[in-house]
Nanobody
Framework: QVQLAESGGGLVQPGESLRVSCLASGRFYSIYDMGWYRQAPGKERDLVARIESGGSTTYANSVMGRFGVSRNNNMVLLKMNSLKPDDTDVYYC??????????????WGQGIQVTVSS
């Protein structure tokens, strides 16, 4: 199993920056891709940014040019710049890991609140 420990987040004003990080630990062979999703109450969980093991990245259109995702071994970082009130959500770390020689599984963090408000 893989545990995802998230940190960062909090309350910031519009236009400010914030960083969230997530560290994967546990028993696994390797981590394929890691990333961040976000979810507002009553809505679906949507991709924010993802980084593959080879370094390629994917971003939601709404955060393109403002957010940057990076990875260092089993840690994924999301740097959020020029934050807007619409970015207020619970952010979830996500990872796909090879947990046995034949099995790939998906894991989620507990979620971390990001609030953008004046």
């Amino acid at each position: 199993q893989v545990q995802l420990a998230e940190s960062g987040g909090g309350l910031v004003q519009p236009g400010e920056s914030l960083r969230v990080s997530c560290l994967a630990s546990g028993r696994f062979y390797s981590i394929y891709d890691m990333g961040w999703y976000r979810q507002a109450p009553g809505k679906e969980r949507d991709l924010v940014a993802r980084i593959e093991s080879g370094g390629s990245t994917t971003y939601a259109n709404s955060v393109m040019g403002r957010f940057g995702v990076s990875r260092n071994n089993n840690m994924v970082l999301l740097k959020m710049n020029s934050l807007k009130p619409d970015d207020t959500d619970v952010y979830y770390c996500h990872a796909r890991a090879l947990v046995s020689s034949t099995s790939i599984s998906t894991f989620w963090g507990q979620g971390i609140q990001v609030t953008v408000s004046s």
